[in-house]
């Protein structure tokens, strides 16, 4: 079916928008099947979409398949995570030719990474009183895709030791906290240039929430461009609307263009696909405009 077009530039639009490109799936550590979180997405009135699992591209031959049944365009997509000065730094790659050179090794090592995270986190809480707690996490995962906090989070809930997954992170997997394990991440520059290689697009994920002053956040969006990162999310889900204009004049500053997301991970919480603040009115550019995604955004 054909596809309404996409705006070139972000205009303040009262009216929602109906593109989300930052969600996750039972891939990695969220609770819809690509299938299922396809099927919500139409529901919700969106057409353009990224599956963004956490080091993985598994769940998207199946939301291809969905996406096609539900008329929706799907890019695919991944979240990095790396290092940068000390902070666990996400880099979302949108990969309209999926997984290309060092980025197939590059994910065989996070998913590596992942698993010795597992035990080491698995380890922690089981000194807090979460008894057999890789056996718990592995049976809230549901399957044998590697675990991720949010597997902890759930089966500290289900285990009665925490009332629901905010607390869980509050008390014990945020940051800082004992199950806050820090892994081997590859630094920032050398998974930016893993997407740039396969010919995807590289966006610094949610950048508002890493509390960073603005001067270090501008430090980290330096160092993005210059290792090739090309564009930033302007909306991560909720946020200031005050902070969101500021981010704005940052990313049109550095000649970056802007994406936007829910981050969404499970029915229930304040996110759905598609909820987002607002998007203000900037001159900066989507990404979506950007020359390695039109095609991708036109032809899926």
């Excluded at 353009?48 to 591209?57: F, G, I, K, R, W």
């Excluded at 799907?74 to 790396?82: A, K, M, R, V």
């Excluded at 396969?198 to 461009?225: E, N």
């Amino acid at each position: 079916m054909p596809m309404s077009p996409l705006p070139a530039r972000f205009e303040g639009d009262p009216e929602p928008l109906t593109i989300d490109l930052h969600m996750h799936s039972t891939a990695s550590d969220g609770a819809l099947s690509p299938e299922a979180l396809l099927a919500l997405c139409k529901a919700r009135g969106l057409t353009h979409v990224a599956l963004t699992d956490h080091d993985t591209l598994a769940g998207v031959p199946e939301a291809a398949a969905a996406a096609a049944r539900e008329g929706l365009t799907l890019i695919p997509g991944t979240e990095l995570s790396t290092q940068w000065r000390g902070h666990n730094i996400h880099v979302v790659g949108l990969l309209p030719q999926g997984v290309r050179g060092p980025l197939a090794e590059g994910l065989a090592a996070q998913a590596e990474a992942r698993e010795r995270r597992a035990l080491k986190i698995a380890e922690r809480l089981e000194k807090l009183g979460l008894e057999n707690a890789l056996a718990r996490a592995r049976e809230q995962a549901g399957s044998e895709r590697p675990l991720g906090r949010p597997d902890f989070a759930r089966a500290l809930v289900a285990a009665g030791l925490v009332p629901d997954v905010a607390t869980a992170f509050k008390k014990h997997l945020g940051d800082g906290k004992a199950g806050d394990v820090k892994s081997h991440w590859p630094g920032l520059s050398e998974a930016v240039a893993w997407i740039v290689a396969a010919g995807g697009v590289a966006v610094l994920a949610h950048p508002l929430r890493h509390g960073l002053t603005r001067r270090k956040r501008g430090l980290l969006l330096d160092a993005f461009r210059q290792a090739g990162g090309q564009a930033a999310e302007l909306v991560s889900g909720f946020q200031n609307p005050d902070a969101t204009r500021d981010l704005a004049r940052q990313l049109q500053e550095r000649e970056l263009y802007a994406s936007l997301g829910s981050d969404f991970h499970f029915p229930g919480g304040h996110l759905a696909p598609g909820s987002m603040s607002p998007v203000p009115r900037t001159a900066t550019p989507p990404v979506w405009t950007h020359p390695r995604l039109v095609a991708c955004v036109g032809a899926l």
